[in-house]
């Protein structure tokens, strides 16, 4: 199984509770080794604001009893936290300390998780690649040579690093998975509605989804289990039934014996390299040797999500984005009186505090909303949106869930990518968007790696919720005990 590269962590969060617990190893000998390893993680452009080491001390020593009792984790900088700069990788939010923190941040602290760092990401979680930031760009663990993924770019490379256990990241269309699948950890995206979203500043409030970066199933499961549930706060937040415990796995038995297993079609693309489309295979084969049945289903609207996904993407994060302003919110470029209209005010503090990336999808989001384009594009993209929901719906009506990539390639390279065009960094997420637009839970799992050392990964798609007593993720699990190479 492709593993975290440079790390100094080797037990699971469970392992580390229960050696803690036993007096094996100790609270602060944990900490130190991922401060240590944190350092060298900023260097390396993952981390925009390290907690300070007195106060991560004082937090563990003092942290309340629970399933993550002494653990250190990250979040990426779009989550609101009380006391530490929560800026987006934009220049805008510069220097703004919230005045509270987001639900999802507040239940890890509660569950005794002691929050580290905070994490680089693309500018308003908008990039495939994390090179969108105002702060800079995010180097692969694996790699320092290539990119990390995007737009949680930070959050993946800080886990990968061993600078955490876990982190907590946001997942739009594939910001969680892509960044995983590139640094080889575990990057799951639950159902929409499961985790809080209060606190997470928005880029596209119908399509966010707070994820989970972790080195194993089991550790992402138990983080899952301890951020998830309904929230006041959050109107967007769903009554989901608790995630399932995760069952043990006896590897002399054919443990998926009964699971149906669906391979899109349309998922074989022209662009698929040949690295990952062996790394499906493999994946699948393996799942074959474990009992699962697998067959072949048909999603006819893959191609058509990725364009109705920017639409609707782009129109909402130009709704968001407009309360930044400079009035209210916001970096103000110069004085008010420096200008003569309010137009010229706001036209000068957007194009300075943006980068190209954010303000080039904020006028094609205007434009969509705009009266001539609104029936014919953003009308139109909701509706292929539901087309997508029964196309999932139809196929986990034979499947329990769906196996495929996560990316075309593996990470590409820094010169790579500024060779590219933008369109070309759309199509880097050809494989995550449609379970985004139907609100599905997935997860990105390394199996692999190539010649060269780059993490392989594929990813599983279920249902938002599962009617049978052995749920998706208990079939992750037995896939990520039983199946990485």
């Known amino acids: ?274 690295d990952c489309s062996e790394a499906w295979l493999l994946a699948i084969n393996k799942l074959k040797e474990l009992g699962a049945s697998v067959q072949y289903v048909s999603l006819p609207t893959t191609k058509a999500a990725l364009s109705a996904y920017y639409i609707v993407a782009l129109a909402e994060a130009a709704s968001n984005l407009a309360r930044y302003d400079g009035m209210e919110y916001g970096h103000r470029e110069g004085s008010a009186r420096d200008y003569n209209t309010f137009s010229a005010m706001l036209n000068a503090t957007r194009v300075t505090s943006f980068g190209v990336d954010v303000v080039t999808r904020i006028l094609s989001g205007n434009f969509i909303l705009s009266r001539k384009m609104y029936e014919s594009h953003y009308v139109k993209a909701q509706q292929v949106r539901q087309k997508v929901l029964q196309d999932f719906h139809r196929v986990f009506e034979e499947v329990h869930c769906l196996v495929g990539p996560v990316s075309p390639g593996v990470a590409p390279t820094f010169e790579q990518v500024q060779g590219m065009v933008e369109t070309d960094g759309f199509a880097f997420d050809v494989f995550t968007v449609p379970s985004s637009l139907a609100g599905l839970p997935a997860v990105s799992l390394p199996v692999t790696r190539t010649a060269q050392g780059l993490p392989l990964a594929v990813q599983l798609i279920g249902k938002v919720r599962q009617k049978k007593k052995r749920t998706w993720i208990c079939y992750l699990c037995f896939y990520c005990c039983c199946c990485c190479c």
Request: charged share 15%.
């Open 1 to 274: 199984c492709s593993r975290p590269a440079a790390s100094n962590i080797i037990m699971s969060i469970a392992q580390t509770t229960a050696a803690i617990k036993a007096g094996t190893t100790t609270a602060a000998r944990v900490l130190q080794g991922c401060l240590q390893q944190l350092a060298v993680c900023a260097d390396h452009g993952a981390i925009l604001h390290s907690v300070d080491a007195a106060t991560c001390q004082t937090a563990s020593a003092s942290a309340p009893a629970g399933p993550l009792q002494h653990i250190p984790f990250a979040v990426k900088d779009n989550f609101c936290t009380q006391g530490v700069p929560t800026t987006c990788a934009s220049r805008t939010l510069h220097g703004f300390v919230p005045p509270y923190t987001a639900t999802a941040v507040q239940r890890l602290l509660r569950a005794g998780g002691v929050m580290v760092a905070k994490t680089n990401m693309d500018e308003f979680g908008m990039g495939s690649f994390n090179t969108n930031s105002f702060f800079g760009p995010v180097q692969n663990p694996r790699d320092r040579s290539r990119v990390s993924g995007g737009s949680s770019g930070g959050s993946a490379a800080a886990v990968a690093s061993g600078a955490c256990f876990f982190a907590l990241g946001s997942d739009t269309g594939g910001s969680v998975r892509l960044p995983a699948a590139f640094c080889g950890v575990v990057g799951f995206k639950p159902s929409y509605g499961r985790i809080s979203r209060y606190g997470l500043v928005s880029y596209a409030s119908s399509l966010d989804t707070p994820g989970i970066f972790a080195r194993s199933v089991a550790d992402a499961a138990l983080v899952a289990a301890q951020v998830s549930g309904h929230d006041p706060n959050d109107p967007t937040s769903l009554p989901l039934p608790p995630l399932p415990e995760l069952p043990p796995v006896d590897r002399e038995e054919r443990p998926l014996q009964g699971l149906r297993v669906g391979v899109p079609r349309e998922y074989q693309i022209e662009e698929l390299s040949s």
